[in-house]
């Protein structure tokens, strides 16, 4: 076993270095379909890497020896390669959003297409894992954007500190305040905050769409913004593991007026009861008003 590992770790030193990923990567473009998606997935991407909006708007992601899972994604396959429906339906919904939040934002992906998009958007990115806020703030400075906050804390239900349990991962994508939630490697305490709080601090006037991804704490979060809720009607892309937060997550929303929409592949899939998808392939939801949701005309043909 000692041996197997100090090979890897051999390997992952040589595809590391910058001149060596630079070159193993043109290799491997022009045969890319006969090379398994979880091997080339594995190749971290060294470097300033560009990409295209549909509308033309370039942005970029920063990344070292410390592998971003997502830009690993898009950039072998394109820009919908990482969950190709809700991104699709993130930028689609652009259009209608004057300000933006985007809970458990890793290293920018959502928050900074929505901030490219227009520069004259408000967009707020919460990331509480010190690694990934680094590269986060990074891949800001390197877009240029002013238009773009980024906190370093927990979203949550009460203003103070929270734990926060780490996976081993460099750059981890299920970290989670939720003990229990993954096997974890480090627990830190983290400042903690509610989007009602946040959003009186900072004399936000009003939330048009709230991206969220914590790992089984949407409710959580939700359950701290029952003001902006009330107020705003906000758009809400949420992520809900099977299993896990449904039951919560309805008795937040129930009185609001949503109604809640499964992104799928095909479409939006209307459910009277939220439910997520035991396949995992499904894993985001659109919780949208009627009032919204007639404002919204794209969405319409999206219904199935």
Not at 29 to 34: A, D, E
Not at 189 to 203: C, H, L, S, W, Y
Request: a positive charge.
């Amino acid at each position: 076993m000692k041996i197997i590992t100090l090979i890897k770790k051999a390997i992952k030193r040589i595809i590391g270095n910058k001149s060596i990923n630079i070159l193993l990567r043109i290799i491997l473009k022009p045969v890319l379909s006969i090379i398994p998606k979880w091997i080339r997935c594995r190749i971290p991407i060294i470097g300033i890497n560009s990409f295209k909006l549909p509308n033309g708007e370039k942005f970029y992601i920063y990344s070292d020896k410390n592998t971003d899972g997502i830009l690993s994604l898009i950039y072998w396959d394109g820009l919908f390669a990482y969950e190709s429906s809700t991104t699709q339906l993130f930028i689609s919904l652009l259009k209608y959003t004057n300000t933006v939040f985007d809970i458990g934002a890793y290293t920018g992906f959502y928050s900074i297409i929505a901030a490219i998009d227009n520069p004259n958007r408000n967009v707020y990115a919460f990331e509480p894992v010190p690694m990934t806020f680094f590269s986060l703030s990074r891949n800001v400075e390197i877009n240029g954007l002013k238009n773009l906050q980024i906190n370093s804390s927990a979203i949550s239900n009460y203003d103070g500190v929270i734990k926060l349990y780490i996976p081993q991962e460099n750059l981890p994508t299920d970290a989670s305040t939720l003990e229990g939630f993954r096997y974890c490697s480090k627990e830190i305490m983290v400042q903690a905050i509610t989007i009602d709080t946040f959003v009186k601090q900072n004399n936000i006037l009003k939330i048009d769409l709230l991206k969220i991804d914590t790992e089984a704490t949407e409710h959580l979060v939700l359950e701290g913004a029952r003001n902006i809720i009330k107020r705003d009607e906000p758009i809400i892309i949420s992520e809900v593991l099977s299993g896990r937060t449904e039951q919560e997550l309805h008795s937040v929303l129930d009185d609001l007026g949503y109604k809640y929409y499964l992104i799928s592949d095909k479409g939006l899939i209307k459910k009277e009861t939220i439910e997520g998808d035991k396949t995992y392939k499904n894993k985001d939801y659109l919780f949208i008003t009627e009032k919204r949701f007639q404002k919204t005309k794209e969405l319409k043909d999206q219904v199935l």
